[in-house]
């Protein structure tokens, strides 16, 4: 093996190697290490997506749901809860109501979201902790109090003191829609959890709910949060089912997974792009080490005649254009993992130095860009790139030990 990795490197830093041949095998290395290095920054980037849906996103949507197809509401509520409580799936359950209407502020209005929550069920749950605790407080012992996502509040330019007004739709007995009913509120806090969310979402309390949508039984129906949330579509099949009362179900795939999907579509993408990416790369080395057996086709001949067999100039030259590929994909790998743990700030710095916003939180769930390195990610595109890189070598070599000594020389 000592001979062959002498031979190898013998040849690869042979004086008398054409520059062009350089030139393709430089550019061959480069191209390695550029796909290794955006692969692994861009799969970093999707982890961060994921991880910030997860904990932002599906800490403030319930995970599951459900609620009464009646106008009375959900009955035995108590018992049912106390039910779910005790499933090792569920992580925190808790009654709730939900209404659409309209917000009214001056001559300002702003469609939302109503959710009914009962502070007491509620203070345990994930959504409570992005709450300041000194807003959740005066959440808790004001019956009147609304608390307001942060582009609501803005939209309507109130602030945690002011009095707004609830609107909500009212149907008469014949089925057609009647005055409004209209309830004053007072904001007592913000929600802040990103992106559209922001813009609709609205807390009161599950007792001044029950009165002004007229919930007999006091709650709508019932929201869990599970500890993984990807078992919620199958358990909310079982448990809607288990219900004695007609109920509807649903689960935070069918409200939310389209961003969940979309992840996952990019991150194949991705893959695959930048997979091809190296792939062209390697096939370089094809070129490289082709032009180096035809440069090279006395050197080899000479080896032969001094009894070097076909097996040992294989493994010659595929060590040669392996150690192309082993420095692209080192380079890029190093340089790939180093971004990724600092992607983040490496953003900020560039949109405070360009005063530009990479991500808007209008529009996003976040308003930075996310990077969470895994290293399964880091050992996938390796060893992607190695055997891409492997498999390019083995036409040139083969070739080069079907030289004829007798021909060449």
Not at 7 to 13: D, I, N
Not at 95 to 104: E, I, N
Not at 252 to 280: C, E, F, K, N, P
Not at 329 to 346: H, P, R
């Amino acid at each position: 093996m000592a001979l062959v990795w002498q031979l190898a490197w013998r040849l690869r830093s042979s004086k008398r190697q054409n520059g062009f041949i350089s030139f393709i095998s430089a550019s061959s290395t480069l191209g390695i290490g550029l796909g290794c290095f955006v692969l692994i920054v861009l799969l970093s980037v999707m982890n961060g997506f994921e991880r910030e849906l997860k904990q932002r996103i599906l800490s403030a949507v319930p995970h599951g749901e459900v609620w009464a197809v009646g106008a009375k509401g959900l009955q035995d509520w108590p018992v049912l809860l106390e039910q779910l409580a005790k499933d090792p799936r569920i992580a925190h359950v808790e009654p709730y109501s939900k209404a659409t209407g309209m917000l009214q502020k001056g001559s300002t209005m702003k469609a939302i979201t109503v959710t009914a929550v009962d502070p007491e069920y509620a203070a345990s749950s994930r959504l409570a902790s992005l709450i300041p605790a000194q807003q959740w407080a005066a959440f808790s012992a004001q019956q009147n109090g609304i608390l307001l996502g942060k582009g609501a509040r803005q939209k309507l330019a109130v602030s945690i003191g002011d009095t707004v007004q609830l609107l909500l739709p009212s149907l008469s007995d014949d089925l057609t829609f009647a005055a409004p009913k209209a309830v004053w509120l007072t904001v007592v806090g913000e929600i802040s959890i990103g992106g559209e969310l922001d813009n609709h979402l609205a807390l009161i309390q599950l007792q001044k709910s029950a009165a002004i949508l007229g919930v007999e039984t006091g709650a709508q129906g019932l929201r869990m949060q599970f500890h993984d949330p990807f078992v919620a579509p199958s358990a909310m099949y079982n448990i809607g089912y288990s219900v004695k009362q007609h109920v509807y179900m649903s689960d935070w795939t069918r409200t939310q997974g389209h961003l969940y999907q979309d992840i996952q579509l990019v991150r194949s993408v991705v893959y695959l792009a930048l997979t091809l990416l190296i792939a062209v790369a390697c096939f370089n080395i094809v070129s490289t080490l082709v032009m180096a057996v035809s440069e090279k086709r006395a050197e080899v001949a000479m080896l032969m005649t001094l009894g070097a067999r076909g097996s040992l100039i294989t493994q010659v030259f595929m060590l040669q254009g392996l150690i192309n590929g082993f420095v692209g994909t080192l380079i890029g790998a190093g340089a790939g993992v180093l971004v990724a743990q600092n992607l983040s700030d490496i953003a900020r710095g560039i949109e405070s130095v360009l005063g530009i916003t990479l991500l808007s939180g209008d529009i996003y769930f976040i308003d930075f860009l996310p990077s969470e390195l895994a290293p399964t990610d880091v050992v996938a595109t390796v060893l992607i790139a190695l055997s891409l890189s492997v498999i390019a070598t083995v036409y040139p070599a083969r070739t080069a030990s079907k030289i004829d000594p007798a021909r060449v020389l």
